[in-house]
């Protein structure tokens, strides 16, 4: 590993992403770190291709494959479909553990740009069911414009 010149954020980061993956009895290595820090620098969730795109050949697609299931699997990552259908991946709130995923939020997708923001903030409705159903969980996407593309247009 040549990060001889890490910044002490940086490695702190590491340390948490470490942890992260212990505390989800995951094994930590290099390609499992590798893509936490990828995903917990965008602000927007991302897909497996543009994942591909920033790891070059760093880690092969079966791998990266298994490293997605396994992280939805353990509550640390959760998956959110954009406007064609692909999935994307966004890092979960500290709520979510194995096989329990509380990121009930609105999804903010872009029509432009198709980026996918988690807002966090936003209270869902209280959904008030049949008798004789149970809720497992609420998908609610808000589409529009981004940021970045209202000031372009
Ligand atoms: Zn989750
Ligand atoms: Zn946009
Ligand atoms: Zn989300």
Redesign the pocket.
């Known amino acids: 590993m040549d990060t001889q010149n890490n910044s002490a954020n940086t490695q702190t980061e590491t340390e948490d992403f470490a942890h992260l993956l212990r505390s989800n009895k995951l094994k930590v290595t290099q390609p499992r770190l590798r893509v936490l820090e990828i995903v917990s620098t965008k602000t927007a969730?991302i897909s497996q291709p543009e994942l591909e795109k920033i790891l070059g050949n760093e880690i092969d697609r079966v791998t990266l494959y298994r490293i997605l299931a396994s992280f939805e699997e353990k509550g640390i990552l959760?998956k959110?479909f954009d406007l064609h259908g692909t999935a994307t991946y966004?890092i979960c709130s500290t709520k979510c553990s194995a096989h329990h995923h509380h990121?009930q939020?609105v999804?903010f997708i872009c029509s432009v740009c198709n980026s996918i923001y988690?807002l966090d903030e936003i209270s869902l409705p209280q959904i008030n069911l049949p008798s004789g159903f149970s809720l497992y969980s609420i998908a609610i996407n808000a589409v529009g414009l981004c940021k970045n593309c209202q000031s372009t247009h």
């Open positions: 969730a959760h959110i966004a990121d939020h999804h988690c």
